[in-house]
């Protein structure tokens, strides 16, 4: 009898941490314009910004 419970409680443990997925915050992999002039050295923020980045 102590053997299934094991088993039930081993499955159970094996089940509930297969799903555990992490979450990112809303804008998954986007910097802010500041942040990546930081990152980069820039001293104007002006290109990072969506409005600014030319399509190619």
């Known amino acids: 009898m102590k053997r ?23 804008n998954s992999g986007k910097v802010p314009p500041g942040q990546a002039k930081k990152g980069t050295g820039s001293k104007s923020a002006r290109p990072f910004a969506p409005g600014q980045q030319k399509r190619n």
Request: hydrophobic residues 55%.
């Open 4 to 26: 299934i419970y094991l088993i039930v409680a081993l499955s159970a443990m094996l089940l509930t941490s297969a799903c555990y997925s992490v979450r990112t915050a809303g």
